[in-house]
C-alpha cells in the first residue's frame, strides 16, 4: 500500500550494515539491523549461513515488533556474499562477529579496510580491548568494542570500548548507530579486558562452577537461585539500586555499614577457578542436559524471548530500565513516521482510507480461544483513531488545552480471527463531520483480510465546561479537509449497522 505509511518507513532506510561472522551473536545483529529497516551485507564461510541466519530471523520477526508501539520500518533487504570485499561494498558501518581468535580478527579487519578505507568497524569481542584489536592496523582509528549480549535482537545493551586511538567522532557515530537501531550503547570510560558486563558475569559463573564442583549445588539449583529470586530484581534494578533499598530508609550508606564487613568473610572463591578438565565439562554439560536437554535449542530461544517480550513491555510500561530504551526508541520513529502522515496528507492521500495504526498481537492480547481477545480490537480503534487526532492538531498539547474529542459511541463487528504473532492496522475513512463531531469507521486488517470493523462517534468538548463545543479553526479545517476527500468514497459495508441486524 502506497502513501504516508510507505514514506515514513522509507524514511529510516537505505542504510547499510555489514556483518562478517553469521553465528549466533551475528545473526542476531543482521536481524536487528534488518528490523530497523537497514540493508544487511553478510560474509561467513560457513555453508550452513544462510539457514541458521534464516533462522534466527524467523524468532526475531516474532519477538523484536511485540515490543514495538509505532509501525516498524520495513524489513531491510538481505544480501549473502561470496567474499568481504563483496558484503561491505555500500556499508557505512560493519559489526565483527568472528570467533574469539586475535589474529583471525586482525585478518580481517585488514581486508576489511582494504576493500573499504575508512569503514567504521565495530567488534563483537566478548573480552579484547579496542587497543588489541587496533594492533597493525593501517586506521586503528577505525575499529572499535561494540559488545552485545544475546540475544541481539531483544537485548538493548552494547558495550562500546574504545581506545586513545579512537577520536570522539568514531565514538560519537558508533553510538549514534546504536541508537538507530534501537540499542543502549553504554561507553565504557576506561579499557578493560571483558569490559563490564562480562567481567561481572565472570564473577558469577566462576563461583558457580565451584559449587557445581564441591556438590553444594546443581545446574538446575543454581538457576532457580537467579531467575526466582535476584534475577528478577537485577532486570530491573541492576546491583546497586536493588542495595540502596536493602539498606531501608537510611540507604546505601546503611547498607554499606551493615554488610561491609562481610567482604572479608570466606564466602566465595572468586579469586581462584577450578581446573577445567574433562571431568568439569562432564559434571556440567550432564547436569545441563538433565535439566533442560527435553528441549531443542531453537524451542529454548522462543521460550526465552516470549518470557523476555513479557518482562521489557512491563518495563517500556513503567519508563523503568531497558523499558526506557525502547519507549524512546519508538518516540524517535514515531516522530518521523508522524512528520511523513502530515506532510503526506495532501488530496491525493486524503481520498482513500488512512492507515492510522499498524503493530503486532502479543501474547497477553490472546483469550482462551487462541484469538485476539475483544478488549484488543478496541485498542486497535483507540490507536488508529488518536494518531488521526494527533495528525490534525488534536494531540495531548490540544488536550492540556482543554479541549479533547470523547468517545460517545462505538460498534463493533468480529467478522474474522487475529491470531499470535499476526500484524494488524487499522485504516481509517471519515464517514460524517462538523465542527462539533466526526463519525469514524475503522477496518482492522490482517494482510489483506479484513477481520474486525469499528464504528464511533466522536463528539468535540470543552473540558472546562463539560460540554461539546466546536473544534479550534485549526484542527476543524484538517479535519474537515479529510472529511471532504472521504465524502466520495463508498460507504463501507456494515456502515450504520444496528446490534444483531440480519444482513
Known sequence: MGGPLDKARNAEMNRKAAIIGGGVIGGGWAARFLLNGWDVGVFDPDPEAERKIAAVMSNARLALPALSDVPMPAEGKLTFHGTIGEAVEGAE???????????????????????????????????????????GSPAPQNIIVAH?????????????????????????????????????????????????????????????????????????????????????RWGQMGLFETYRIAGGEAGMRHFMAQFGPTLKWPWSKLMDVPEFNEELVDLVAGQSDAQSGMYGIRELERIRDRNLVGFLRSLKESNWGAGKVLLEHDAARAAVFNAEMAKGLDTAAKAAPLVMYQGQVLPGWIDYNGH????????????????????????????????????????????????????????????????????????????????????????????????????????????????????????????GRAVGQKK
Open 372 to 495: 485476539m481477545t475483544e478488549s484488543r480490537y478496541y485498542f486497535v480503534n483507540s490507536e488508529t483513531v488518536d494518531n488521526l487526532l494527533r495528525t490534525i492538531g488534536a494531540g495531548m498539547d490540544y488536550v492540556a488545552a482543554g479541549h479533547s474529542f470523547y468517545s460517545a459511541e462505538t460498534h463493533i463487528r468480529h467478522l474474522g480471527e487475529a491470531k499470535l504473532g499476526d500484524q494488524v492496522r487499522g485504516e481509517l475513512q471519515i464517514i460524517s463531520a462538523d465542527e462539533k463531531r466526526f463519525r469514524s469507521f475503522v477496518r482492522v486488517m490482517v494482510g489483506d483480510t479484513c477481520v474486525a470493523t469499528i464504528e464511533q462517534l466522536c463528539l468535540h468538548v470543552n473540558m472546562a465546561e463539560g460540554k461539546s463545543a466546536p473544534a479550534s479553526a485549526e484542527v476543524w479545517a484538517k479535519l474537515k479537509a479529510i472529511a471532504e476527500a472521504h465524502a466520495g468514497l463508498p460507504l463501507p459495508e456494515g456502515a
Open 93 to 135: 558501518y560493519v559489526q565483527e562477529s568472528v570467533s574469539e581468535r586475535i589474529e583471525l580478527k586482525h585478518k580481517v579487519y585488514a581486508q576489511l579496510q582494504q576493500a573499504h578505507p575508512g569503514v567504521l568497524i565495530g567488534s563483537s569481542t566478548s573480552g579484547f580491548k579496542a587497543s588489541d584489536l587496533q594492533k
Open 148 to 232: 552485545p549480549f544475546n540475544p541481539v535482537y531483544l537485548l538493548p545493551l552494547s558495550e562500546v570500548s574504545g581506545s586513545p586511538a579512537n577520536p570522539p567522532a568514531v565514538v560519537e557515530k558508533t553510538v549514534e548507530i546504536m541508537k538507530a537501531i534501537g540499542m543502549f550503547p553504554l561507553v565504557i570510560r576506561h579499557e578493560i579486558d571483558a569490559f563490564i558486563g562480562n567481567r561481572f558475569l565472570e564473577a558469577v559463573w566462576r563461583e558457580a562452577l565451584w559449587m557445581l564442583k564441591d556438590g553444594i549445588a546443581t545446574t538446575e539449583e543454581i538457576d532457580e537461585a537467579i531467575r526466582m529470586g535476584f534475577g528478577l
